[in-house]
């Protein structure tokens, strides 16, 4: 019966059905704030599917429709189910394949374009079909957690496939028009769509606090490694020294029971042995000569020197392959020297020490006897300490160099070397995107810093700095900052979480003179999609080839490093074909001329506009000619930096 009434529509069963959708709806509408593969929308879209099928039907109960739309929805439940499983792709197509056959079987019956001879009980086998294709794709990969899709279908497919079985067997012998099935089971039968919402937002809430747990331990792992290795320098300009405490930070870092670590000699092509601390069994074939002693057997390692390529580790050193072996019994490459304790090694890994491309070491952790092996996480905690021990490493290196100078000349020359080693060498390039960027700092040494970093194939994240302070301290602070979004931009999760886990890592550990301002956008390469957030930082500059405008995005923030609860925000926006986006530090619009005019964010936007024709890489090279112009003879008084980004789409 059409509904006509108000006394219809609350004796109708629409009611129920659409408290239900609405209740689901809320969920997934708070969950597309924390998804960023796209799950929620989905569910979105079945949710709003079935509110307005009810909806359509409570007004027009025509059965057909209601039988042809029930086709779709278990298709559709399948398709969620099924699609995130590339093996069971030719099963989700074969299933769908059965549903738009029957749809469209029952379609030209029921609308009388020809007759079909099939009874009505037969079609009603289609949902019966989906029910054991979701299940039989649950049992076959329910244990594949890989990503956060397959995590959610792997806790929910299960109750899911219940209820639309249930909803299938009451369909089948009830009869969709049945008051008890339309009253009590489609509605109840929704009720999925509010469990895998719930069950969904417990996998995200339990993702970021795992994700912040280990974020944090691998910046604390970060502080311990800085603490010790400054330590050491205060006291000492022994290279085995600083090596030495490295190599122990690493080896309480990652749960070893030893390790090691060698020096690549370049004029003699080998490697030597200069940290070795706790029990670090040989991985390779010791002498035949030498006798299988604690003591000597330590004494060689200490010593050991080995030609680039000979043994495992010459072999990373001349590779500058990464070495990752949980158990060494099944590996080939190692050698058994004996079943002495001391000499048992069972778990074993080793990565390159490398400044940009040159390899400058190697460093290596070992496990002994029977105990745990390491993990995927002790090897990535590995890999940070070892390319944030390097840089250090080389740091220190330059420190001894530039010992022989004075006091501030030795000072400003140190950070000038640790800036040349964290500021990107090149910028990539994309087809669909350009990047350029300049920077000049005011007085020797610059307190900016900027780079972009490539997460995944599709998306980069550009930052720009400015840490306040001068000199050694303020450039190991952009070497904290640096390490750290090198460690946490490779993440699903927005922009802003990202300065969050920034903040939280610097906080506590710098002083407060030396605090940092920073901006951060995440680009997709392929649509252009942009994310924007901001930690006391000038705002983003928009350049709008279709309006031919300048927009100013701003977000009011603190700076890092100032107050560890702060929870920064995001904006987000699109860039069109030729849009153009600027980062950029204070001492850009901030620079004054002879008579104590700033060059401001109008005339930085009036040039990109100007040059927008130009590649980036020419624009920052316009501005930077336009700023000099602009000064004059007046004297710079703050470091200029600027990251120019432009869409070809």
């Known amino acids: 019966m059409i509904i006509n009434s108000f006394s219809q529509v609350i004796l109708s069963p629409i009611l129920s059905k659409l408290a239900v959708l609405a209740c689901a709806g809320a969920v997934f509408l708070a969950l597309r704030k924390k998804d960023a593969e796209g799950q929620a929308r989905s569910f979105i879209v079945a949710v709003a ?35 995130p499983y590339e093996g069971f792709r030719t099963w989700l197509v074969a299933t769908l394949a059965i549903n738009t056959a029957v749809f469209g ?9 020809f007759a079909v001879f ?7 086998i289609v949902f019966a079909v989906d029910v054991i294709a979701m299940a039989f794709s649950g049992i076959a990969n329910g244990r594949d957690n890989e990503d956060g899709s397959r995590r959610l279908v792997s806790k929910t497919w299960l109750p899911i496939s219940m209820i639309m079985a249930v909803y299938t067997v009451c369909y089948m012998t009830l009869g969709g028009e049945n008051a008890l099935f339309s009253r009590v089971v489609a509605p109840l039968s ?61 080896i309480s870092e990652t749960g070893a029971d030893g390790g090691s670590i060698y020096l690549v000699d370049e004029f003699d092509d080998i490697i030597v042995a200069k940290a070795y ?56 490459r190692f050698a058994i020297n004996g079943d002495e304790e001391f000499l048992r090694l069972s778990s074993f890994m080793a990565v390159p020490l490398m400044v940009e491309d040159k390899i400058i070491g190697v460093s290596a952790m070992a496990k002994v006897g029977n105990g745990e092996p390491f993990g995927e996480a002790a090897f990535d905690r590995f890999k940070l300490l070892a390319n944030f021990g390097t840089l250090a490493v080389s740091n220190f290196f330059s420190f001894l160099e530039a010992n022989e100078r004075s006091g501030i000349e030795r000072s400003a020359g140190i950070a000038a070397e640790i800036q040349r080693t964290i500021i990107p060498k090149k910028l990539p390039q994309f087809p669909s995107l350009s990047i350029g960027a300049f920077t000049a700092p005011a007085r020797g040494v610059s307190g900016d810093y900027y780079d972009v970093i490539r997460t995944r194939e599709d998306r980069i994240v550009g930052v720009i700095g400015d840490v306040a302070g001068k000199g050694v301290q303020a450039a190991l602070i952009m070497v904290m900052i640096r390490s750290i979004l090198h460690l946490i931009t490779n993440t699903n999760k927005d922009i802003a979480t990202v300065l969050d886990w920034v903040n939280r890592g610097i906080t506590g550990k710098i002083d407060m003179d030396h605090y940092a301002t920073l901006g951060v956008v995440a680009v997709n390469i392929a649509t252009g999609e942009l994310e924007y957030a901001n930690a006391s930082h000038q705002p983003l500059l928009v350049y709008r080839r279709a309006t031919d405008t300048i927009e100013t995005i701003d977000i009011k923030s603190v700076p890092i490093g100032v107050e560890r609860a702060t929870e920064y925000q995001r904006k987000a926006l699109r860039l069109g074909d030729g ?19 700033q060059f401001g964010r109008k005339s930085l936007g009036q040039v990109i506009a100007g040059h927008r024709d130009l590649a980036p890489k020419d624009i920052a090279g316009k501005i930077r000619a336009e700023l000099a112009s602009f000064i004059g003879g007046a004297r710079q008084h703050d470091d200029q930096t600027i990251l120019i980004f432009k869409m070809k789409l």
Do not use: C
């Open 49 to 83: 599917f079935l509110a307005v099928r009810d909806v359509f039907l409570a007004v027009m109960p025509i059965p057909a429709v209601a039988f042809l739309s029930d086709v779709v929805y278990f298709g559709f439940v399948a398709f969620l189910v099924m699609a």
């Open 105 to 113: 079987l029952y379609a030209v019956r029921a609308f009388g374009v």
């Open 118 to 124: 099939v009874p009505d009980s037969a079609f009603g």
């Open 190 to 250: 929704y009720g999925w769509l509010i469990m895998v919402g719930l069950i969904d937002l417990r996998i995200h809430d339990d993702e970021k606090l795992a994700a912040i747990s280990y974020y944090e331990e691998s910046i604390d792992s970060l502080y311990n490694l800085s603490f010790r290795v400054g330590t050491v320098l205060k006291g000492s300009f022994s290279t085995e020294d600083v090596l030495g405490s490295m190599n122990e930070v690493m």
């Open 277 to 332: 601390s706790g029990t670090f069994p040989p991985p390779f074939a010791l002498p035949e000569s030498l006798p299988r002693k604690p003591a000597r057997v330590e004494s060689y390692m200490k010593h050991a020197q080995f030609r680039l390529g000979e043994t495992i580790l010459g072999d990373v050193a001349k590779t500058g392959k990464n070495i990752f072996a949980p158990d060494v019994s099944v590996d080939g």
């Open 579 to 597: 849009d153009i986006a600027a980062l950029y530090t204070d001492g850009i619009v901030e620079a004054m001329n002879d008579q104590g005019k």
